[in-house]
Structure formats: structure tokens, C-alpha cells
């Protein structure tokens, strides 16, 4: 954060969700810097993980930014989406609400690797390759071993 903003002085920043997991404790510790989102799938279930919205990093000079806990669990799998995802507009429905879950849960069985592959081009058909934004994607499972 303070690097960004001693470099540009809060004209340039940058959206992240920052995430610190601790595989052995079952947990993460969470910053929303921005405009991402995460998802949690769980079984068949998708659940919009809801954090404090806090500011960009870079945006303002000595920026305190207040972690928040996440429990998880093996098995779980972690989808993060930019804005340029969950927001993308330009057709009757946003990919960002019900479309979005449906690529997700129709990927369940595939890889991580092999579902930010398929979330891409599900959001590319879904805009007939129309987008204006960005479009970042992370997929992140917890594989009991």
C-alpha cells in the first residue's frame, strides 16, 4: 500500500483481495482492498463470502487495513472473480449473479486450472467475446490428502 502510494502519490491503485491461509489451523485472514469477490464452494453449495469493503491499496497515504477470519475446510474450493467478472455487464442478465454460479457449480469436478478455463470462456460465450473490463479469475481447492 504505501509503496503504491510513495510511487504515484494515490493517482494509480490497485484492487486485490489479499488472503493469508493456514492450512493447519483451518483458516484465513482476509483483506477486501477493493472490487474482487470470493466465492466458497462447499459440496454443491456456493456461498458469497462477505468481507469489509476497505480501500484500494495506494490510494491514500498511512491506509490502516483491519484483517478478517475465514474458516475452511478440505475440500472446500476458493473462486475469486474481479469486478471485470462479477460486474460485467452489456447483455439482459450480468454474468455476476445467477450465471456465474451455474459455471461454477457445472465445473465442480474439474480442476482448478481447468475451471478458471471454463469460468473464462462461460463469461466470453455468455458476451458473445463483447467485454469491456478486465476479467481475472483464481481458483483455489483444498485437496485432503
Known amino acids: 500500500d504505501q509503496a503504491l502510494f510513495a510511487q504515484y ?7 486485490v483481495l489479499l488472503v493469508d491461509i493456514d492450512l493447519a489451523a483451518g483458516t484465513a485472514s482476509v483483506v477486501d482492498a477493493g472490487s474482487p469477490r470470493m ?3 462447499r459440496g454443491n453449495e456456493i456461498k458469497r463470502l462477505e468481507f469489509d469493503e476497505q480501500l484500494p491499496l495506494g490510494m491514500f ?7 478478517q477470519a475465514l474458516e475452511l475446510q478440505p475440500g472446500d474450493r476458493l473462486v475469486i472473480v474481479s469486478d471485470g467478472v462479477h460486474r460485467a455487464t452489456g447483455v439482459e442478465q450480468p454474468f455476476g449473479d445467477s450465471v456465474l454460479d451455474d459455471a461454477i457449480l457445472s465445473s465442480r469436478l474439474l480442476s482448478a486450472q481447468e475451471t478458471v478455463r471454463h ?5 466470453h460465450d455468455h458476451h458473445a467475446d463483447d467485454l469491456e473490463d ?3 479469475v483464481f481458483c483455489l481447492d483444498w485437496l485432503s490428502r
Do not use: F, I, M, Q
Not at 469460468?119 to 463469461?123: D, E, Q, R, S, Y
Open 9 to 15: 502519490g494515490g493517482a494509480s491503485y490497485v484492487a
Open 39 to 41: 466465492l466458497r464452494v
Open 61 to 67: 497515504e498511512e491506509t490502516r487495513y483491519v484483517e
Open 119 to 123: 469460468l473464462l470462456a462461460a463469461l
Open 134 to 136: 478486465d476479467a481475472v
